[in-house]
């Protein structure tokens, strides 16, 4: 990590109707930085990468990406800058092989390459890379939901991105599965991609994250280490609830 941050985040807030889903929220994230994005269920945490990655327009606030303003530009031109992310909800192409629901994301992503071949060879190391090389015949609406997972990683992938936001890409993983998607995205930083990353699953958080910021009804309660985070009494009340006396 070096130098300005890839992104800076300053005071963004999303009104929904009459409720506020994240008010205020400010943060940078470093090159090559992995920064943990943890708040229990409801707090904001989606929304702040849907307004991040152009899926979401926010009411109020500024985003900068590699010292551009970004705050007006669409989804699919943040893609082309090299803004990669994953959905929680996963919706793969349906009708599509696994190979060719991959190689959408090169095609439209930062390298935007033109050439199906190219695509579908770059969607091959990027399935090969999330463990997936042996599926990629298959179509696509038929993974299970782990596989889906490691889909949904594999076409960010694809898309040759500088910065990546993961959605919980863990959940619903076994021990072993966990174990190598940690694998996956320590590779990915030692590359310098710098990631942003919602996660539940705490061990991913303590050994991934550089940082860890924590969001509870759409505000920025604590942001630290893990191991300060995650023992900060604030933090434990938002997921666990105050003990009673």
Known sequence: MSGEPILEVRNLTRRFAGLT????VSFTLGHGEVLGLIGPNGAGKTTLLSMISGTIAPSEG?????????VHL???RRAHQGIGRTFQIMRPFPGLSVLDNVAIGALFGRTNTKVLAQAREAARACLDRVG????????ADDLGGPDRKRLELAKALAMSPRMLLLDEVMAGLNL?????VIDVIRSLRGEGLSILVIEHVMKAVRSLSD?????HHGERIA???S???LSDPAVIEAYLGKRKS
């Not at 889903?21 to 205020?24: F, L, R």
């Not at 997936?132 to 179509?139: G, I, P, S």
């Not at 072993?176 to 190598?180: A, F, N």
């Open 132 to 139: 997936l090389a042996k599926r990629v015949d298959q179509r």
């Open 223 to 225: 942001e630290g280490t």
């Open 62 to 70: 500024s985003i900068v990406f590699e010292g551009r303003s970004i």
């Open 211 to 215: 940082r860890v910021m924590v969001l």
């Open 176 to 180: 072993v599965e966990i174990d190598e």
């Open 21 to 24: 889903a994240v008010k205020d």
């Open 227 to 229: 191991d300060a985070v």
């Open 74 to 76: 669409p989804a699919f």
